[in-house]
């Protein structure tokens, strides 16, 4: 039984590595001598506060924690934005977009070790896989933990390799499965799935997860209720009280907890001239205003996010 009495149902779809969903071209040689390589590591629905409660020693040895805003309260349309260059923003006042968008992105200088990057380099495709690999030649890598992000989705362009892991928390599986080549630079995106509901770490038996009707498996099951082309109501299960909820807030606050030994493993394995940031996708809601979980919820703690980056070595 999970913490709150409830069984578990297994929702997550094993999918194969598959690579980009359009035909890659050849690969050029690097554009520059002395590239980085460059990984972003997403992770998923951890909010800003909840990563300062646990204090991740290691995480924060890349550089100072910036409370940040994502440009979506939901997990596919920010990494569509984060892919497209567009990471968490500052939210900075009399500043107009165009500027603010100008600066952060010039940051990608330093990010790949390049010059001149601008953002009309990402022009006409706007997505950051494709110039990476097309352009500049990189090795192109996606490791996803959330099924609305498997490789047959729109998300997978312009990448060598892209799989969604056999388990949505375990973020040292896909450590196992990084490799850096020293002919070409390697762009590696880790969604990591620890901090997204139920909060799990990776030796928790299922059956002791917390269990919230309609949140697993939540498209698997959408056209359930549908009979005829109508809704069937069913009577609406009961919202967790603040108690239970303060109880999930503490179980995600533990995975970063967790995490911090995982990123000490990442740390040990990446080459040198590695920069690394490490944000979310969005947020999460544990009550505040009657809200929990995230999607379509419009809340600053859904939006407030942790950003930090830099290089370990």
């Not at 992105?105 to 990476?132: A, H």
């Not at 809704?231 to 303060?246: G, I």
């Amino acid at each position: 039984m999970g913490i709150f009495g409830q069984k578990k149902e297994s929702a997550h779809i094993s999918a194969p590595i598959i690579k980009s969903t359009f035909a890659l071209p050849p690969r050029p040689a690097p554009a520059f001598p002395n590239m980085n390589n460059y990984i972003i590591v997403i992770l998923d629905s951890c909010r800003y506060d909840t990563f300062m409660a646990a204090m991740p020693k290691t995480i924060m040895n890349l550089g100072d924690v910036e409370c940040r805003y994502s440009y979506a309260s939901w997990t596919a349309p920010s990494h569509y934005n984060l892919l497209m260059g567009l990471l968490p923003h500052t939210s900075p006042a009399n500043v107009y977009a165009s500027e603010y968008y100008k600066k952060d992105f010039i940051r990608f200088n330093e990010r790949f070790g390049v010059k001149e990057f601008e953002f009309k380099n990402l022009v006409p495709q706007l997505y950051l896989p494709p110039f990476l690999r097309n352009k500049l030649g990189f090795k192109t890598h996606a490791m996803v933990s959330l099924p609305v992000l498997n490789p047959k989705t729109p998300i997978n362009v312009g990448f060598d390799m892209f799989k969604l892991m056999d388990k949505h928390n375990d973020m040292a599986a896909m450590l196992d499965e990084m490799e850096f080549s020293q002919d070409y630079p390697s762009f590696y995106i880790l969604n990591v799935g620890e901090t997204h509901y139920p909060y799990a770490l990776p030796d928790e038996p299922e059956n002791e997860w917390p269990r919230i009707s309609g949140v697993h498996g939540v498209f698997k099951h959408l056209d359930d209720h549908i009979v005829g082309g109508k809704l069937v109501e069913e009577e609406s299960e009961k919202f967790f009280n603040q108690e239970k909820l303060d109880q999930l807030k503490e179980r995600q606050i533990n995975t970063v907890k967790y995490l911090d030994g995982v990123f000490e493993k990442l740390f040990d394995i990446v080459p040198k001239n590695t920069f690394i940031t490490v944000t979310s996708d969005h947020g999460e809601l544990f009550g505040e205003e009657g809200y929990f979980g995230h999607g379509p919820i419009m809340h600053s703690k859904v939006f407030e996010v942790p950003f930090l980056e830099g290089k370990i070595r």
